[in-house]
């Protein structure tokens, strides 16, 4: 039968290897997953980071507050004496 010859689409009759197109589409849906896993873990690094930040001032507040009473008692001391 030539080409010529042959109604329909050329799809009906060309061969499909079906194991390759499962094995390409595997690949495509772990490519999307890889993806999606990195963005998320992008975000989770971007909250890890805001919450260091917010820890380290934390960190700060309480030191400064604590050497402004050391301070503010030294102070206290020289003046009474």
Same mark, same amino acid.
């Given at each position: 039968m030539s080409e010529r010859d042959r109604s329909g689409s050329r799809y009906l009759y060309a061969p499909f290897d079906a194991a390759s197109a499962r094995i390409e589409?595997? %690949? *495509?849906? /772990?490519? %999307? *997953?890889? /993806?999606?896993?990195?963005?998320?873990?992008?975000g989770i690094e971007t909250a890890l980071e805001r919450l260091e930040r917010r820890l380290?001032?934390?960190v700060?507040?309480?030191?400064?507050?604590?050497?402004?009473?050391?301070i503010n008692e030294l102070i206290q001391l020289s003046g009474a004496g």
């Open positions: 589409a595997n %690949e *495509r849906v /772990q490519d %999307e *997953r890889w /993806q999606a896993l990195s963005f998320r873990l992008e380290w001032l934390a700060f507040g309480v030191v400064s507050v604590i050497l402004a009473q050391g």
